[in-house]
């Protein structure tokens, strides 16, 4: 097979199936096939070689850090209420001037530019069924998205989604979407304990979405020349300030929400966007790309999500820029894994959060005797705290406290919520705290 045929054949094959479920053979061809890109991203940016990032196995000799005796006091958090020239940010008009150079190097350092050409996407009802949820009957629609291709016919997109309304309302409803995983047929989920979240949207009248991202852009550096990305490109390579994946699956979600606009079961002023983890990191910037949704739910997102960047605790921005997980990123963001240290990024992770004011961002994180310290939950309640500020400019509120909680404290009192619960990698045992506090913006429906 020839490669761009190989590519193609292999960014396929990622958007069918998870990573773990794929053979040996499978996974070694895109591991090797994502270190020639990232090899290839390294070579045009003027780089011979990266730090290596710390392990994620707490036993390794090379452990992440996880004490916080030795998470050295980052130093230069940029101020996202002090333009680069020095003044101040006084007031909500100031701060859309602020937003605009904020956001600018987020595009360019971080999860790259949003692309000016992209094709339309036709949203076509494959299906719709009537269900039970637990005890809810449910109206349920299978949708693809197809993404025009006729720039690049070798490059074939659809985004799959389902969205699931209540069979009994006779009203629009508010809505979650989710970024959710492409589970194999056969697949067992794990036992669940009490309601899913579904049904505890459910029980408020609400409806839920699910968007599947490894549909429309694989997850990895081997399927970057296919998926949205690849179409756009037309099977190249991308340019160094090219969006990485976060960035593709956040333009996917807000395809999804066009779709949500026309459907007469959705409210599409009330929708939450959630996600857990690399998709809690989508959630995060889809919040900022997309004013269309109310709120978010950033689930254990941690490094590239809602945590410091700059914090030496959990994951690091060398893991971040690896083979493994570059993609995510525009290429330029490898350049701070050397020579560049994470000290030198314009921006940190606050101020992502800052851009989502003033609508509400709820950050959940599950406890580290669980979930572990990869994720690092202070991280993430740093900065929130450190974007509070902008939504107080903005009259709202951000953070109670600036004194990092012990577990299971629920700071909801503002507009930036912040809770670590006692579970794992999950936002399961959040779920109840999270409706409780999005009630208070989308009312109580039944
Ligand atoms: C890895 C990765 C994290 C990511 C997580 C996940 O642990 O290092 O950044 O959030 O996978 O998505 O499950």
């Not at 969205?163 to 995983?181: D, I, N, Q, R, Y």
Request: charged share 20%; with cysteine; hydrophobic share 40%.
């Amino acid at each position: 097979m020839k490669k761009p045929l190989l590519i193609l054949f292999f960014g396929a094959i990622i958007c069918l199936n998870s990573f773990a479920q794929l053979s040996q053979q499978a996974r070694d061809s895109i591991n090797r096939l994502s270190s020639e890109d990232h090899q290839l991203m390294m070579k045009r940016l003027g780089i011979t070689s990266l730090r290596p990032g710390p392990s994620g196995n707490p036993s390794a000799p090379n452990a992440a850090n996880s004490d916080e005796s030795k998470a050295s006091p980052y130093t230069g958090l940029p101020d996202p209420l002090i333009f680069e020239d020095g003044s101040t940010v006084k007031n909500a008009m100031d701060w859309e001037k602020r937003k605009a150079e904020i956001a600018g190097h987020f595009d360019e350092e971080i999860y790259g530019q949003l692309p000016k050409n992209i094709p339309g996407v036709t949203w076509l009802v494959i299906q719709e069924r009537d269900s039970l949820i637990g005890d809810f009957p449910v109206k349920v629609k299978y949708l693809k998205g197809q993404v025009d291709n006729s720039g690049f016919p070798a490059i074939e997109v659809a985004i799959d989604l389902t969205v699931t309304t209540p069979a009994t309302s006779s009203k629009p409803v508010s809505m979650v979407l989710e970024f959710g995983w492409n589970f194999p047929a056969g697949f067992q989920r794990p036992a669940q304990v009490g309601p899913s979240w579904q049904e505890q949207v459910l029980a408020q009248g609400w409806g839920f979405a699910i968007i599947i991202p490894t549909s429309f852009q694989a997850d990895s550096g081997a399927g970057l020349r296919a998926g949205i990305i690849g179409l756009v490109n037309k099977g190249e390579p991308r340019k160094l300030n090219d969006w990485g994946t976060l960035r593709a699956w956040a333009w996917g979600a807000s395809r999804a929400m066009d779709y949500l606009e026309t459907d007469p079961n959705v409210d599409s002023k009330r929708v939450v966007i959630e996600g857990l983890s690399r998709y809690g990191k989508a959630a995060l910037v889809a919040m900022v790309d997309e004013p269309r949704f109310a709120m978010g739910l950033i689930g254990s997102s941690g490094a590239g999500g809602a945590k410091i960047y700059r914090r030496v605790f959990g994951e690091q921005v060398e893991n971040l820029a690896s083979s493994g997980e570059y993609h995510w990123f525009t290429p330029n963001f490898i350049k701070y894994a050397g020579p560049l240290t994470p000290n030198d990024l314009p921006v940190d992770a606050h101020e992502m959060i800052a851009l989502c004011a003033p609508r509400p961002v709820f950050i959940s994180v599950g406890s580290p005797e669980v979930e572990g310290n990869w994720i690092d939950a202070k991280g993430m309640f740093v900065a929130g705290v450190h974007a509070s500020p902008v939504y107080e400019l903005l009259g709202k509120k951000g953070l109670p406290t600036n004194e990092f909680p012990p577990i299971k404290t629920n700071l909801d009192s503002g507009e930036i919520a912040f809770r670590q619960h006692e579970g794992g990698h999950t936002v399961g045992p959040n779920w109840p705290y999270f409706i409780e506090w999005a009630k208070r913006y989308f009312g109580k429906e039944i």
